[in-house]
Structures are given as structure tokens and as C-alpha cells.
């Protein structure tokens, strides 16, 4: 059965330092997704993302998120400058005909 | 906005016991319902959904789940639970807009910890 994958599976950085990370969804998916998990809290939605542009995004994806589809396969996600409060596992996700099927995470650690 | 509510933060069943986690959520309109499960290290695993159609929903591993419109509800069962269904359970809910594909709201999850 296809998968979503995310790689790293674990993160660790300096706070200030730029990540990404990065997600293959499912291949004839068209919508992707990130969100967040901060330790002990809800999944939280971040972006969405259709036909090479941002269809959505919560308030959290502020200017130092971005996503970008650079070759028709992987999905990122780029933290310009992170901070302690980025620490959290970021799942990508991605629809097929009615579901959205998730990846195993990244757990982004920030110093 | 569109939330969704969990009622039990942490359930501690024996095997065998009969599970109902609650889900509420608060949206007027056409919604999708969810459920996923995250054992324990892995990733979220879609157990069932409710899109239209009979209420009572059946997913895999025995699960199922009833959707009552009135009470905006979609509250989870198992009639008799296994030492592996241990786990957290969320409940999920996106609305369609026109045919795209809304995100998912996610209520903060239910742990259940099944003793052997």
C-alpha cells in the first residue's frame, strides 16, 4: 500500500537556524498538507497546498514558513529562522479520493 | 470557527471492557468526520470516517463509530477492547468548500491505556 514519507525522522537545531523538511506524499495525490504537533497538544493545521500554490493556512504558518513542491515529488516545508516554540512533530499529509493519509513525522527539536 | 471537542483526556480500561470515547464538534454545515489513531511511536492511521450516508460507521480493528446530526456528535466504540488498542485516539473533522478539500480540525485526543 503507498505511503506517505517524511524525512528526517528527527530534527535537532540551533534556535535561529533554518530547517526543512521534507515529505513525499502518495503519487497521484493532489492535495498536501502540513501540521504540527507541539508535545501534548492537538494536531494543528498549518498549510495546504493544490496545484503548486498555497490553497490554505492557519494563523501559525506566518512569514517564516514556506512550502514549496521543487520536482513533482517531494512536498517541504522550510522554518527560516526557528525558535524554541517550533519545537514540535510536523506531520505532512496527503489527500487521495476522500481521505487524507498522514506520514510518520518529523520531530523537529529547536536549542 | 470549526472545533472539535474530546471529553477524556486519559481512559484506563481492562481487556475485554467496553470503550465509547465522545466527540463534538461544532460546525453548522456539511462536515466530514474522522477518526485516527496514533499508537504508541508511530503515525496517525485513519481507523474510520463518516462522510454521508448510515450514521453507524464500521472501521477496522472492530471499531465504529455513530454519527448523530442533533447532537453533533461522532463518538467512538468498541465492544470489547484489546491490550493492543492502546494507543490515542483523535477525532477529526473538515468541511468541503465548493469540491476542495478542507483541512482537518483535530480534537486533542483521548489516550486509552488497556491493562492486560
Known amino acids: 500500500e503507498p505511503e506517505v514519507t517524511q524525512t528526517p525522522s528527527h530534527q535537532v537545531t540551533q534556535m535561529g537556524q533554518e530547517v526543512i523538511l521534507r515529505c513525499v506524499p502518495i503519487?497521484?495525490?493532489?492535495?498536501f498538507y502540513w501540521y504540527r504537533q507541539i508535545l501534548g497538544q492537538k494536531v494543528e493545521f498549518l498549510v495546504s497546498?493544490?496545484?503548486?500554490?498555497?490553497?490554505?493556512k492557519s494563523e501559525i504558518f506566518d512569514d517564516q514558513f514556506s512550502v514549496e513542491r521543487p520536482d513533482g515529488s517531494n512536498f517541504t516545508l522550510k522554518i527560516r529562522s526557528t525558535k524554541l516554540e517550533d519545537s514540535a512533530m510536523y506531520f505532512c499529509?496527503?489527500?487521495?479520493?476522500?481521505?487524507?493519509?498522514f506520514g510518520p513525522g518529523t520531530r523537529l527539536t529547536v536549542l | 470557527a470549526q472545533s472539535v471537542s474530546q471529553h477524556n483526556h486519559h481512559v484506563i480500561l481492562s481487556e475485554a471492557a467496553s470503550l465509547e470515547l465522545g466527540c463534538n464538534y461544532s460546525?453548522?454545515?456539511?462536515?466530514?468526520l474522522f477518526w485516527y489513531v496514533q499508537y504508541p511511536g508511530q503515525h496517525l492511521q485513519l481507523l474510520l470516517k463518516?462522510?454521508?450516508?448510515?450514521?453507524l460507521v464500521k472501521g477496522i480493528k472492530g471499531f465504529e463509530a455513530e454519527f448523530i446530526k442533533s447532537k453533533f456528535s461522532f463518538n467512538l466504540r468498541k465492544p470489547s477492547v484489546q491490550w493492543s488498542d492502546t494507543a490515542e485516539y483523535f477525532c477529526?473533522?473538515?468541511?468541503?468548500?465548493?469540491?476542495?478539500?478542507?483541512?482537518?480540525?483535530f480534537g486533542k485526543g483521548t489516550k486509552l491505556s488497556v491493562k492486560p
Open positions: 499529509a496527503s489527500f487521495g479520493t476522500d481521505t487524507q493519509y
Open positions: 503519487s497521484n495525490h493532489l492535495y
Open positions: 497546498f493544490y496545484n503548486n500554490e498555497i490553497s490554505e
Open positions: 460546525y453548522g454545515g456539511t462536515v466530514n
Open positions: 463518516y462522510f454521508s450516508g448510515d450514521p
Open positions: 477529526a473533522v473538515n468541511a468541503w468548500y465548493g469540491g476542495s478539500q478542507g483541512n482537518l480540525i
